[in-house]
């Protein structure tokens, strides 16, 4: 079969590119069918993939003019709305201005060029119960795509109050075409819903907009809107221009830290080597020590000796008496420098060493 709400929406598109606000939406009990009117099949293109194909169509035939179109992709859940195209949740805001009129602040718009790239958007956002697709034409076209939630037999959605009427309310209230598709599930089980269902639909039938242009665009208006957009896109490239920077920053900063670490490790290297050279100069003193302390025991011990035999020494009692201590008293000392019980008795001997040598050559 054709597609049944095809003619109604060509409408709308037709409008929306003549510059009015154009809304299509399917409204129906649940699974009544209205996602599948918006998505339709693979073979069975639903409303969404045949507007975005039409626009585009009809935008390539108009060469007269050209065209920035953007689209956004929301959700609205328990009344919070919901970037689809934002990788988080985020509970945006509606807002209202006399430049925007009534808008979602925050809302993520993407730049699109053909029908592909439109699609590839809406198939990355996530589709849950309530998902609106809002493709803003910014010069000339602004068109609703709306899948709603559906209700619950006996069930009320409040409509009225919700964030989703205050959205569609420039697309509903005033200066629009809306195409309406009303589902119904066959069942007779659902005659009553069914019966709700025609009944609003023969309502909305009855309403008519008094519609006007949104913007006449003449050759002002177009230069006050070129301004704008040369502005945005300004601040699009300041924003990845400072994002380069900082990306720099970042890699200055992971070389400083580098360097710092390198700068470290050779500092450690350096004391690693000093320490080195200290215990080498320690090590090859204390072999000097030693080769002192055994000429002095060499010396003590033929002392000793000479002592013993009372050979050759012309010393007074009184020198020898001051003599023999001193002389005892070195391998005594070199025992305790060996044993390293005390570094200053070490020294001790090493001061003492050269005078009891000359004492003992000159007496010697
Ligand atoms: N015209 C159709 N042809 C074939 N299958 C359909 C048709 N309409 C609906 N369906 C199927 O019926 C089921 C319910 O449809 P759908 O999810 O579109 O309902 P809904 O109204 O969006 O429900 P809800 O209000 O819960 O979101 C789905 O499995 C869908 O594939």
């Known amino acids: 079969l054709p597609f049944p709400a095809y003619p109604t929406l060509l409408d709308v598109i037709r ?27 693979q073979n069975d293109p639903g409303i969404i993939q045949r507007a975005v194909n039409e626009i585009f169509q009809k935008i390539e035939m108009t060469t007269s003019r050209e065209f920035l179109i ?7 859940y328990n009344e919070d709305i919901n970037d689809l195209f934002a990788v988080e949740n985020q509970k945006l805001q509606i807002h209202e201005s006399l430049d925007r ?15 592909e790239q439109v699609l590839e958007l809406i198939q990355r956002g996530e589709a849950k119960e309530s ?10 076209l602004d068109l609703n795509l709306v899948d709603l939630a559906g209700w619950k037999a006996r069930g009320h959605i409040p409509y009225r109050d919700s964030k989703l009427t205050r959205i569609l309310q420039p697309a509903l209230g005033g200066n629009a075409k809306t195409s309406i598709i009303c589902t119904v599930a066959p069942e007779g089980v ?32 177009l230069l006050k809107r070129q301004k704008r957009e040369i502005e945005e896109l300004r601040m699009k490239l300041q924003g990845s221009h400072s994002a380069v920077l900082e990306q720099e920053i970042l890699k200055l900063r992971n070389d400083l830290l580098t360097y710092e670490l390198e700068r470290e490790k050779l500092a450690m290297e350096l004391e690693e080597e000093k320490i080195t050279e200290r215990s080498r100069e320690q090590s090859s003193l204390s072999s000097r020590k030693k080769s002192i302390i055994s000429v002095i025991l060499h010396l003590s011990q033929t002392l000793m000796g000479m002592l013993h035999r009372r050979k050759a020494v012309t010393v007074t009692v009184a020198r020898k ?25 070490g020294d001790t001997v090493l001061c003492q060493m050269p005078s009891a040598i000359s004492q003992m050559k000159i007496h010697g």
């Open 15 to 41: 409008a929306a590119l003549e510059g009015f606000n154009g809304t299509a939406f399917a409204y129906g009990q649940t699974s009544s069918g209205k996602t599948f009117t918006m998505n339709g099949t």
């Open 70 to 76: 953007r689209v956004s992709y929301m959700e609205i």
């Open 101 to 115: 009129g009534i808008f979602v602040a925050g809302l993520r718009e993407e730049i699109v060029n053909d029908a």
């Open 131 to 140: 998902i609106i697709l809002m493709m803003l034409f910014v010069s000339l």
């Open 190 to 221: 659902h005659i009553e819903e069914s019966k709700g269902t025609l009944q609003f639909a023969s309502r909305a039938k009855r309403i008519t907009n008094c519609v006007q242009v949104n913007e006449i665009l003449n050759d002002a208006a």
């Open 321 to 345: 008496m001051l003599l023999v201590p001193l002389v005892l008293a070195i391998p005594n000392a070199f025992v305790a420098k060996r044993s390293q019980r005390s570094q200053q008795a």
